[in-house]
């Protein structure tokens, strides 16, 4: 799993509940950040974060809160689920020496 | 604004093979090449990272070069273990990785 763990691996919503989308990292690396991939969208970058505290937005962040409050832990909040964000979500980290992305095995959401 | 382009969407090939995958992109500086394989159902697999133009990196069958306005990934005599989605991305500033939408790859015996 590339150092990378996610959880829960499958999701079903309803519109306008919440959820957190887990993920913990056992590499002591700094980085780390939330993708979501849509069918012929590619992979597309949501939030982001350079180390415990210190969180930012990518490219879709609309919906989705972050915090960082252990290096290891870089959960993904929905706080009203909408079916515009029914998606497969990747979370990763980087590490050194190549700043190499890691990525983890996903999860599925569907948002009813 | 970066783009990347890869190209074709999808491509079948029979065992053995050889054939090649494009990566287009447009960056204002780059700072890294990035070809992933994905397996259905699961995370992106890391393959390379290429930094500057002339660089070439080997792994098994697989082959990924750059130039300065794209990247080929060469599969040489595949097996049907190749097949997959390969996803190239860059990186310019920061982390952040800008990526393609895949080319799918089916090898069949």
């Known amino acids: 799993n590339a150092g990378v763990t996610q959880t829960p691996k499958f999701q079903v919503l309803k519109t306008g509940q919440s959820m957190t989308l887990q993920c913990a990292q056992d590499m002591n690396h700094e980085y780390m950040s939330w993708y979501r991939q849509d069918p012929g969208m590619g992979l597309r970058l949501i939030h982001y974060s350079v180390g415990a505290g210190i969180t930012d937005q990518g490219e879709v962040p609309n919906g989705y809160n972050v915090s960082r409050s252990t290096t290891e832990d870089f959960p993904l909040r929905l706080l009203s689920a909408a079916p515009s964000q029914t998606s497969v979500y990747f979370c990763n980290r980087t590490g050194p020496p190549t700043d190499t992305q890691y990525f983890g095995p996903g999860t599925r959401l569907t948002v009813l | 604004e970066d783009q990347v382009t890869q190209s074709p969407e999808a491509l079948r090939l029979q065992e053995g093979e050889s054939s090649s995958l494009n990566c287009s992109y447009t960056?204002?500086?780059?700072?890294?090449l990035f070809w992933y394989r994905q397996d259905p159902g699961k995370g992106p697999e890391f393959l390379f990272t290429l930094y500057s133009a002339g660089e070439e990196k080997e792994k098994e069958r697989l082959k990924a070069t750059l130039t300065k306005k794209e990247s080929f990934l060469h599969i040489t005599a595949p097996k049907p273990e190749d097949s997959a989605t390969y996803l190239c991305a860059v990186r310019d500033s920061g982390y952040a990785l800008n990526f393609g939408k895949g080319t799918s790859l089916l090898v069949t015996p």
């Open positions: 960056v204002s500086g780059l700072r890294g």
